[in-house]
Each structure stands twice: as structure tokens, then as C-alpha cells.
């Protein structure tokens, strides 16, 4: 699968087979991962996966999607290693997270092309997270991803195009910003 056809069949998966993903393709999807540009390529992500059935159910209880995390044969935490960035964007907006979100869209369509579904969850106690995995200070949990096998087939019902996306003319322009 080429990077166009993940893009176009990436879904947010909502329910896995509980059959454990193949660590080859865990591995590959993690590859992606590491394989990210990055800020002065500073690579500030970990990443760390959670296969320990008692694991799971603890990090569940610290979502609103608990039944989706402790359902799904694996998890994905990625984190942000926030003592790696010193500079902001433009000077307004902390930088830290954006690496770690290039690095999961990565991870997203690897998995895709694997025919594994994934889905980004970000809310969750960051607290209880941190506590479950035991994640040290200036570390910030960024998504919370369960992967598997997507429970109908492929996961996607509805083609990305046809569903809920802005038409081209509402967010691309050229030369100016039209948008008043
Ligand atoms: C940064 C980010 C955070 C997200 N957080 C959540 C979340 O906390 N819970 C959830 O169910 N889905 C989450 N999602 C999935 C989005 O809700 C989903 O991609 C969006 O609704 C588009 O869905 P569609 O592709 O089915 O149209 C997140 C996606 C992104 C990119």
C-alpha cells in the first residue's frame, strides 16, 4: 500500500479482534514511528507498549475509552520528552507535543498499511497514566493508542473523502489568506 492509499483508508478503529498483533508488525509500525522528522531532529518521543493484560486494564481506567483500551490486544503510549525542546513555534505555542504527533501519524498509516487499526485517544488522566506506567518527571503522555486487528474487516465503512471533511476551497488558498 502507498502512502496515498493508508492516507484515504486510515478510520479511527473503535473495536479490535482480540488475536495479539504480529510483533513483525509491531515492529514495523514502530519503525515508522522512529523514523519521523523532527525539531533540530531531536526525536523527543518514547514510545512504549503495553501487552500485560493487568497493564491494560489499569491504563483503561485512566480513559473515557476504557472498554476500546482494555479490549484491544496492544496499546501504544507515546510520550513527549519535554526537556529536549527549547524553542517554541513562532514564539507562541510550546513545541513539544508536535514532534511526537508527526511521529504517531507515522505510526497511524504503517499500521494502516499492515492492516492494523488504530485509534488516538487523548483523553485521559495524565496522572494515573504516569502512575500505571511509571513515567518520570518532564515526560508527558501525548496519544494513547490502542492497535490491533480491526473487528470489521478493514474499519472503514465510510471512504475518508465522503465523511465529514472540509471541501478544498473552505482550507486551501493561495497568496493570501481569504478567510475573514
Ligand atoms: C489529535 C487527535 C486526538 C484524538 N483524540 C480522540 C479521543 O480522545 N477519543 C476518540 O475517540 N477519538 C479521538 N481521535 C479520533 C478522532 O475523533 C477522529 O480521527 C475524527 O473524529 C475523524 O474521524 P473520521 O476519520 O472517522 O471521520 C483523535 C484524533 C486526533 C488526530
Redesign the pocket.
Known amino acids: 500500500m502507498d502512502v496515498l492509499d493508508a492516507i484515504r483508508s486510515?478510520?479511527?478503529c473503535?473495536q479490535f479482534q482480540s488475536r495479539p498483533v504480529p510483533p513483525e508488525k509491531l515492529k514495523t509500525v514502530l519503525a515508522a514511528a522512529r523514523l519521523a522528522p523532527s525539531q533540530h531532529n531531536l526525536q523527543p518521543w518514547r514510545f512504549v507498549v503495553v501487552q500485560d493484560d493487568e497493564r491494560k486494564r489499569l491504563l483503561a481506567q485512566a480513559?473515557?475509552?476504557g472498554k476500546?483500551i482494555a479490549e484491544a490486544p496492544a496499546v501504544i503510549v507515546a510520550f513527549s520528552v519535554e526537556e529536549d525542546i527549547p524553542v517554541t513555534i513562532g514564539g507562541y505555542i510550546s513545541a513539544y507535543p508536535l514532534d511526537v504527533?508527526v511521529a504517531?501519524?507515522h505510526l497511524q498509516l504503517a499500521a494502516t498499511a499492515e492492516g492494523l487499526g488504530t485509534?488516538?485517544?487523548?483523553?485521559?488522566n495524565e496522572d494515573k497514566v504516569r502512575s500505571v506506567l511509571h513515567v518520570p518527571e518532564g515526560i508527558h503522555p501525548i496519544?494513547?493508542i490502542p492497535i490491533g486487528f480491526p473487528a470489521n474487516g478493514n474499519g472503514s465503512a465510510?471512504p475518508?473523502d465522503e465523511?465529514?471533511?472540509k471541501s478544498p476551497d473552505e482550507i486551501i488558498a493561495y497568496d493570501e489568506y481569504p478567510w475573514h
Open positions: 486510515y478510520r479511527p473503535a480513559s473515557n475509552r476500546m504527533a504517531v501519524d485509534r488516538w485517544l487523548i483523553e485521559f496519544a494513547v465510510v475518508v465523511d465529514g471533511r
